[in-house]
Structure formats: C-alpha cells, structure tokens
C-alpha cells in the first residue's frame, strides 16, 4: 500500500535529480547567490525589527521543515511528533543557558547532540516499526517529554516556563541589538541544511534513503541494512529539528512546555513541509513562507485572536491542499509545465 | 482494597466509551486506510450536542444519544462524500494534513464558538452504591451502552450483507471490487457507522465527563493508542484496548497523578509494541 503512494513524488524527485547532476556548479552558484540575497535583505528591503523578526521566523520554519521532510520526503518516516526533537533542542540550550555559563554558540550544538541522542532511542524502538507505528511513537514521545518538562519543575521551569538569562550586547552569548544577526546565523543553518538535502540526492547514502522509503522488501533482499538507515536518517533529523530548536528558544528567549513539545509544534514542521510539496529540496523553505506569512495575516485580520489565527490558516491550507494536493512547489511545477503547451489542458507531472 | 476495586471498575466503566470510539477510528482507519485526526473532534462536538441539549434543552440522556447517532451518522457521510472519498487515492502526506487541518479547524472554530471553559451537567455527580463500591451512574449506563453499540456492530458486521462487503473491502479491497462489490458504497458505510460511533460516545461521554473544546485531540491519542495496542484491523482488539487504556488512566489517576495519565497510556503502548508488535488481536502488522 505504501509503496505505490510513495513512489508518486520519488519519480519527481528522480527527474529533479538527474537535471541537478548534470549542473552542480551552476546550482551551487545559484545557491551562493540566492544565499547573498537572502542575507542581504534586512539591509534593504526589510530593514524594521517587525520584518526582520518574520523573516527569523520563516528561516526558523524553514530549517524545521527541512528536517521533518528529509525524513520523511527522502526515508518515508513520517514522524507526527517532530516536536520532540525541537522541544529537546530548545530546553537543551535553555536548561544550560539558564543554570550555566554555558555560551549558546556550544548550547546549540549541544542541543543538537541532545535530540541526536533522543532521536537514536526513539528509533531503537521506532525503526523496527514501520507507517503509523513510527509517527504515534514519535508523537507519544513528544507528550511524555511534555509531561516531563511540566513536572521537572527545578530544572525545567515547569509549565510557567523557563526565562533564558538577559544579557544584552554581548556577542560572545549569542545575544545581540537586533534580531539580524540571529537572522544571518539561522540563515546560515538554513542553507546548510539545504545542501544537505541536495548533496543527499546525489549521494550514494540518498539512494539507500530511497530505496528503504521506496521499498524496504527490495532494499533488504539487495543488502540494504533498512534498519540502520533508517536509524541514520532519524538521528540526523532530529540533530537537524533540535538545532533549529534552540535557535528558536535563543530567538524569544524564553520555552514553555507547550511551545517546545506541543501538537501545535509537531503540526507546524508537517504543515512547512507539506504545504511547499513533498519531494521538492525547496518545498519547505516556499512552505514555510507560505505558513509564516498565512500566520501574521490570520494573527493581523483577527486582531491578535490566536484562535481565529489558527483557524484562518488551517482553512486556507485545507482548501490549498484539497486544491492543489502537490503543494506550491507543485503549483510552480505545473505552471512550467504549462508553458508552451495548449492552455486549459491538465498538466500532471 | 475498596478503592483499588473502585478504581479498577470506574476504569472499566469508562473504559467502555473509549472502547467505542477507539472501534470507529478502527472501522475508518481499516476501511479507507486513512487516519482520521477529526474523529476526536467529532467526539468533542457529539460531547457539545449532547451538553446543551440536555442542560437547555433539558432532554433525556436516553433521547439525546439516539438523536447525536443519526446526526453524526450523516455528517460522517457527508464528510466522506465531499472530502474522504477524494483523499482515499492521494499520497500519505495529503491525507495526513488535510485530516490534520480539518481537525484545526473543528477545534479552533469550536473555541471561537464555546471558548475555552470546561463545562459538565449535572449527571456528573450521580452516584450508586454497590456494596460499598461508588460507582457513578451515568459511567454504569455508558458501559452499557457501549456494549450494547459494540454488539450491534458486530451482529451488522457479520450477520448482513453489507457488513460482510465492509470486511472483504478492509480484507483486500481489489479483490473486493473483482467479486462484484461496491467498495465505495462499504466505504461510504464504514465511514458514517465510525462517525456514528463517534457520536454516541460523545453524547454519552457528556454525562460524565467535562466538556472542552481541546479535548478532541486527547481522545484522538486514546483511539490511536487502542487501535496499536488491540492490535490493527482487528475490531474486537481496537475496543479491548481502549478498556484497557481506561483501566491504566484511571489507575494512574487514583495511585499517581491525572497530569501522568497520557504518560502512562504511552508507556503501556511502548511495552506492548516492544513485546508483540502486532498489538494484542493483531492478525498481520499490517499499519503501513
């Protein structure tokens, strides 16, 4: 059953494949450039606290995204608790931040490290399972830390919060006067993460990616260690999802339990990553533009209502979704598709 | 001792609503193969249904369940027609957030609506005695119904046509089609009894249990946690566990603390995945 479904975006994924292999240099070029534009944007085109910080936001969810769908986009485990590893992350460098001297610029590492580990006993469990078990094992693990980091009141917070400790100015403690140079850092991490996936595409280890999501039977038969990869490809998510996690604390400042662990967080990495298209290295990044800016603009027409924002944006995707199932990425596609060809006629990839 | 066998027949008792909700998730998810994240939603609106009709409305309890089965039944069959029966052929990752946004929508729209606040009927409070044992009343009457619901399906399962069509469809629904049957009208069918399910254990679980717009998505852990741990395709196996998900909650609740309920659910789920991996009646792993 999987198997025929999942196959659909990888025949996308193969064509992308083939058409970046054969010019490496051109899209590492055009990456760099993109990069610079991207960087350079506060300078010019958003220059207020208020747009930088939406732009932190979208390389926020964008980076969160990334790591959800390598995941499941390239290995088929769809976790529906990512929050697990981005909750980890962000009380990782908060916990250290708050009760250490501990600098961020080795607590977000550390974080890193911290849902690594998360993510490796998770899927010592989660691996030999496969579809439904692997997400409501994730998604169980995401309440149980939920429940952990509510009642571990000393080192936590509990479910007041934790504060991360003040101290304005000072670079070395990844604290700065503007939000931009946060920006730039997660900027950074966001088109690591992007070449990540796409040097994974063209890499033997993307192959066994595929061929364990593809199918498991056949990969086995040719020597594929299923479990292993997949293994690698949860813990290399979630080292992604808990970095990003502790940008995000670094970013407010302050984590709760909810924030960190809750459905709402889980929810999010799926909706970044499916909105953008699954089996597109960029659909997350347009997923999460997409999401962040539907978010501000349900929070500015219900007046700062969370409820009517959370509602506005859920049935704009919902309707997006039933729409154009593909996602935006798919939307893109076929519009190229379309073009040159009779208007009107139905383009399916 | 008393409170040990108090505990463990309030868990039972309760045990009995989640055993049906967890059975239509079962019978949605078995059929479409499709996880159906507004089902606990739909269990939350029945739960609404079933407060203000009684509370203002001041209808029987008796009258209201029938009333919120029918209801629920035709949403179900409404929602299958204009989405479930197009998402049936869409890749996972579109069913997975259309369900998931509808069940935002559902909650979100419900808190706009209600807002936040808990809201109980007065039936919480009715109690009876039975040697000693305090029971409360409503949780007597609910087990069964429950029951009497977990029955009926099973008579309508295995003793008609078309219960029998709905199992060749969740057995091997090519193979289904090949023989003659219309495995979108068992679709169809299957769809509304699991929202009709969700709808009597809604309405039934109101004269218990406290109201909120949230708690859509608690239920929704609890039928998922059911159906794994009864064991996949298994319907027998889906109600068995939601009574035994009961039973560890309310354990948990008496012994430890309510906030380690769903804390304990899991790591019940976790054991049993790590010793049987196909749940307790699990036929086949066959989830993917």
């Known amino acids: 059953m999987s198997t025929e479904v999942a196959r659909e975006p990888g025949a996308a994924m193969t064509a992308r494949q083939t058409m970046l292999a054969r010019r490496p240099v051109l899209t590492v070029t055009a990456g760099g450039v993109a990069l610079l534009i991207c960087a350079s944007l506060p300078l010019w085109a958003f220059p207020d606290d208020y747009s930088v910080g939406i732009l932190l936001q979208i390389a926020i969810y964008a980076g969160y995204g990334l790591s959800w769908h390598l995941l499941a986009g390239y290995t088929g485990q769809y976790s529906f608790g990512h929050a697990t590893f981005f909750g980890t992350g962000a009380y990782v460098l908060s916990v250290l931040s708050y009760h250490t001297e501990v600098s961020p610029w080795f607590g977000i590492g550390l974080a890193a490290i911290g849902a690594a580990l998360v993510g490796l006993i998770v899927g010592l469990i989660a691996v030999r399972l496969s579809g439904l078990f692997f997400g409501l094992i994730t998604f169980g693990t995401s309440l149980m830390l939920g429940v ?44 690591g993460y992007l070449l990540l996936t796409w040097g994974l595409l063209r890499s033997r280890l993307g ?119 593909k996602g935006l990425a798919g939307i893109g596609r076929s519009l190229a598709a379309l073009r040159g060809r009779s208007f009107g006629k139905r383009v399916r990839r | 001792m008393n409170l040990l066998i108090e505990t463990l ?74 989405v479930f029966d197009r998402l049936k052929d869409e890749p996972h990752e579109i069913q997975l957030i259309a369900t998931i946004t509808m069940s935002a929508i559902i909650t979100a729209a419900t808190q706009g609506f209600f807002g936040q606040d808990a809201r109980s009927l007065d039936t919480i ?16 009457i609910g087990l069964g119904i429950s029951v009497l619901l977990a029955g ?25 089609r090949l023989q003659g049957i219309n495995t979108r009208r068992a679709y169809l069918v299957a769809f509304s009894l699991g929202a009709l399910l969700a709808g009597a254990a809604g309405a039934t679980l109101a004269t218990f249990y406290p109201v909120t717009p949230s708690i859509g998505a608690n239920l929704l852990v609890l039928a998922f946690a059911g159906v794994l741990v009864g064991g996949a395709g298994s319907l027998p196996g889906a109600f068995v566990g939601g009574l035994l998900l009961a039973v560890v909650q309310q354990v948990t609740a008496t012994y430890q603390s309510p906030a380690l309920q769903n804390a304990y659910v899991f790591l019940l789920f976790l054991f049993i995945l790590v010793v049987k991996p196909t749940g307790l009646f699990g036929r086949l792993a066959r989830v993917d």
């Open chain 1, 148 to 191: 952990a980091a509510n009642q571990l009141v000393d080192l936590t917070g509990g479910a007041a919060g934790l504060p991360l400790p003040l101290r304005v100015d000072q670079p070395e403690m990844m604290q700065f006067s503007t939000q931009v140079p946060l920006f730039e850092i997660t900027l950074v991490v966001v088109f």
């Open chain 1, 207 to 325: 192959l066994l990616f595929r061929s364990v999501r593809d199918d498991p039977v056949a990969a086995d038969a040719s020597g594929v260690n299923v479990r292993g990869v997949r293994l690698g490809a949860l813990c290399l998510s979630a080292a992604m999802a808990g970095l990003i996690g502790a940008i995000y604390a670094q970013s407010l400042l302050f984590i709760d339990p909810e924030s960190a662990f809750g459905l709402t967080q889980s929810v999010n990495a799926i909706f970044t990553a499916i909105i953008g298209g699954v089996g597109s290295v960029l659909g997350p990044v347009f997923g999460a533009v997409a999401f962040v800016l539907l978010r501000e603009l349900g929070i500015a027409i219900s007046e700062g209502n969370g409820v009517y924002s959370v509602l506005f944006y859920s049935a704009v995707v919902f309707v997006l979704i039933m729409v154009a199932p």
């Open chain 2, 9 to 82: 027949l309030n868990g039972l008792l309760v045990g009995g609503v989640y055993g049906i909700f967890s059975v239509g998730f079962a019978l949605q998810f078995g059929t479409l193969r499709i996880i159906n994240f507004t089902h606990g939603d739909f269990v939350m609106l029945a739960m609404y249904l079933g407060f203000f009709a009684i509370s203002r409305y001041g209808l029987n309890p008796f009258a209201v369940i029938p009333v919120a089965m029918v209801v629920f039944g035709l949403v179900g069959a409404g929602l299958f027609t204009a």
């Open chain 2, 125 to 140: 409070s009715d109690g009876l005695n039975l040697f000693g044992v305090h029971l409360g009343t409503w949780k007597v």
């Open chain 2, 152 to 176: 009926g399906l099973w008579l309508l399962l295995n003793r008609t046509g078309i219960g029998r069509e709905i199992r060749a469809s969740v057995d091997d629904n090519v193979a289904a």
